[in-house]
């Protein structure tokens, strides 16, 4: 893969610039929300890490369009936890809708409409949701069954801190877009932080590291800051080597 991924949504600023919101933790794995695609049903698991959400996206888009996707919640867990930009206990929804970032439909038949998703899917998909918010059990995708999972939900919540009813309208919706984070190709490097010709041999006084050098994951995300310590250790050697300390 050529970059660390979230799921992102967007927002116009007053002075016409774009705000982008990365979708980590704070809602996604939270009881009482779900993610859908453009008809309607669920694709991924919700709780999963953010660079896995993002590449679900881009693979199930391939068959079904996903790119922009939904996350949809009821008044209980947008009051209680927020959704994107609009933080939990927020009381003026007004500026979110005016501007198109929140969609809210009184009944899941209104919301279905005006995010454009088949009405009988949502429907279905938001009583399955349910249903496993009952049991604890997502039968579909597995949602609360790591530690992850779990840490991300809502401890108080029960049997599954991270499922809970969409049951109390209004219901209210946000698109998610594929964002990157970080990149995860770049110019190849050795050991010393130095580029490399193709053949492999080093470009003298030319160094790259961070986001410029060519990611020691191989595409891979294994958790948060992956991008960071690289950077810093590949930085310290690249001084060293400038300084004659290799």
């Known amino acids: 893969d050529s970059a660390f991924w979230a799921p992102v949504s ?21 009881p009482g929300t779900v993610c859908v695609d453009q008809t309607g049903q669920r ?22 369009p996903c790119i ?3 996350i949809i919640t009821d008044a209980v867990g947008l009051r209680k936890y927020g959704l994107g930009m609009v933080r939990m206990g927020t009381s003026d929804l007004a500026p979110y809708l005016a501007d198109g970032y929140l969609t809210v439909g009184t009944d899941i038949a209104e919301l ?6 088949p009405q009988a899917n949502l429907e279905k998909t938001i009583a399955a949701m349910n249903n496993y918010a009952e049991t604890g059990i997502d039968a579909e995708f597995g949602r609360g069954t790591t530690t992850y999972h ?25 698109r998610l877009y594929p964002g990157d984070i970080g990149a995860a190709t770049g110019l190849v ?10 053949d492999g041999q080093a470009i003298t006084g030319l160094y790259a590291c961070g986001n410029e050098a060519n990611s020691i994951m191989g595409g891979t995300y294994p958790g948060p ?11 310290y050697r690249a001084v060293r080597h400038a300084l004659g300390e290799a």
């Not at 967007?10 to 939270?30: E, T, W």
């Not at 108080?156 to 209004?170: A, D, H, K, M, W």
């Open 10 to 30: 967007i927002r116009r600023r007053a002075n016409g610039s774009i705000a982008s919101f990365p979708h980590f933790v704070m809602d996604r794995s939270k």
């Open 225 to 235: 800051g992956i991008t960071i310590g690289p950077a810093i250790v590949f930085a």
């Open 43 to 64: 694709f991924v698991n919700e709780s999963c890490s953010y660079h896995l959400f993002a590449r679900a996206m881009f693979e199930h888009n391939k068959i079904t």
């Open 189 to 198: 490097v050795n050991e010393w932080a130095q580029v490399t010709r193709v």
């Open 150 to 174: 779990r840490v991300n939900g809502d401890a108080s919540v029960g049997p599954n801190p991270t499922l809970g009813p969409i049951e109390t309208p209004p219901y209210y919706a946000v």
């Open 68 to 70: 922009p996707c939904f």
């Open 112 to 117: 279905a409409g005006r995010i454009g998703v």
